[in-house]
């Protein structure tokens, strides 16, 4: 912890490699000029107008082969000044056109390779790469996990014959920071980094994470009876200390399936602070764990569940008091053990460290004008994930999308609904780029590609439709025939988005509430974010007929 308490003034390899599972740093109040963002291929016909205040083709969604310029036969897919790190590579369709990054104004690239291979080889090597967990393929989607510093400069062209989509991720930190620039090969003692690295990504879910030296750690379980239409109290500690881990115990997996979609959201959880007012954490159970309705098991670094029970990693520091409850609007009383683990703090320490909020909400614009956010307005399709006032870390969304339709009359040609321009009916929910605006920025420092893309899959417009699970992207559940329920997370962990006074995200949502006679697209967010203690969010707890509304 005490590494914690001051601003980091230098990173080595092994820094790095550590911040891609450390959700103890993910509380450190970002230093002034620490930046995330994501270059990607999105569509450049939507900009934002400075003369009229007013974004055009805002909808754009030609986002395949998005670029910053030319430079002869290759696209300039990002350019920044350091010192910083790139943290994740993803594509939908790699292929043999090669990927050039250079480092430092270096006119010699680190890496000159096949954009396919990036994602399949190791240093440049001829063996595949044998690190399953920081280069996922998730339903298509490559994913690369693996850390590329630069101390002064970094640039990435993509060559002729390259693919299709790309995101970038990256961080930059302030210019005294010192970071070992990227030579184009790991060496063995990084390489060893990021074997543990991966080890512990597989090992998510299943294993303590390690408190911070000469802390006390200590542990709870307790089984509370929630009344119906009452609450119960979990955990309720006075003083300074941070909470580690969370496992609520239920039999909820084990009901009929219509069961477990009312139970899960009939229960609440809520979490304050500091003898806070209003909770800074208000969730639906299985949404906050990540997943609904009802229980899907999936494995991520900070939240996972199976049919027995829940569990959550985020790192949940408190000054005076933490006190967590249970909610209960259902008509039966309801059986719950919990087991929490925490670790006291010197209140010193504990007063610098920001404070965790997760908040479920649905159509929740705020104070936006919504006339702009809706079909024939300058900021349509914009869906408002997160709007807060603040200094603080976005880290992520579960996103749980009931979009259902009745079956067209007509068959299609090829297997489902048809492929492409063919389809029988328009369906897909997705190809909703993401969109963070930090610190009152004009155009997003973040803009993606498809809801799909930043999950981290591909081409989920056509099937088959998958389930699956990583570290930081998972989709809990899908329907075999995506009518109906689907559950998606993204969890930016090392990739986390600090902002020092707002941040505002949002993800297109193409498809209206109501699409169809008898035709519904329906979002329900539950983000999950950090910021300063004593400050407060604007979301508040939802009645049980908007959480039942699907």
Known sequence: ??????????????????????????????????????????????????????????????????????EDESIVAMELDGPGVIWRFW??????????????????????????????????????????????TLSRGRNCFIPIPFQEHCKVLLDKGWGAYYHITYT????????????????????IALAEADRILQQRGTQYFKNAEGASNESVTVTVNVPAGGKAVLFDKQGAGALSMIRIRTDIGRKSEEQQQSLARQLAISMKWDNEEHPSVWAPLGDFFGSAPGIKPYRSLPLGMNEHEMYSYWYMPFSESARIEIENDGTEPYEITAEFQYTSLMKSTADNLLRFHAKWHRDEFLNLDTERFAEGGDRWPDWPLLLTQSRGRFCGVHLHVYNTWEQPEEEAETWWYGIGDQKTIDWWWGEGDEKFFV????????????????????????????MFDSAFASQPFVELDANGHTSVNRFQICDNVPFMNSFEGYIEKYKGNQWGLNNQCLYAATVYWYQDRGTSDAYMPVSLNERLAT
């Open 439 to 466: 610190d009152g920025e004009t155009f997003p420092s973040t803009f993606g590609t498809g809801s799909e893309d930043y999950i981290g899959y591909a081409w989920a417009a056509e099937p088959p439709f998958p």
């Open 172 to 191: 930059t930190f302030p210019s005294n920071v010192q970071v070992p620039s990227f030579e184009g090969r790991v060496d063995k003692e990084s390489a």
């Open 1 to 70: 912890m005490a590494e914690m308490e001051r601003e980091q003034k230098r990173y080595t390899y092994r820094d790095l490699v550590s911040r891609l599972y450390d959700l103890e740093a993910l509380a450190i109040p970002p230093q002034a000029g620490e930046k995330s963002g994501c270059f990607s291929s999105f569509d450049r016909r939507s900009v934002y107008n400075a003369e009229t205040g007013l974004y055009e083709d805002w909808g754009a969604n030609d986002d395949g082969g998005g670029f910053i310029r030319k």
């Open 91 to 136: 594509s939908a369709l790699p292929k043999e056109g090669h990927i050039r990054i250079y480092i430092d104004h270096s006119d010699i690239p680190v890496i000159d390779q096949p954009f396919q291979d990036y994602f399949d080889r190791f240093n440049q090597e001829d063996a595949p790469s044998n690190f399953p967990n920081l280069a996922p």
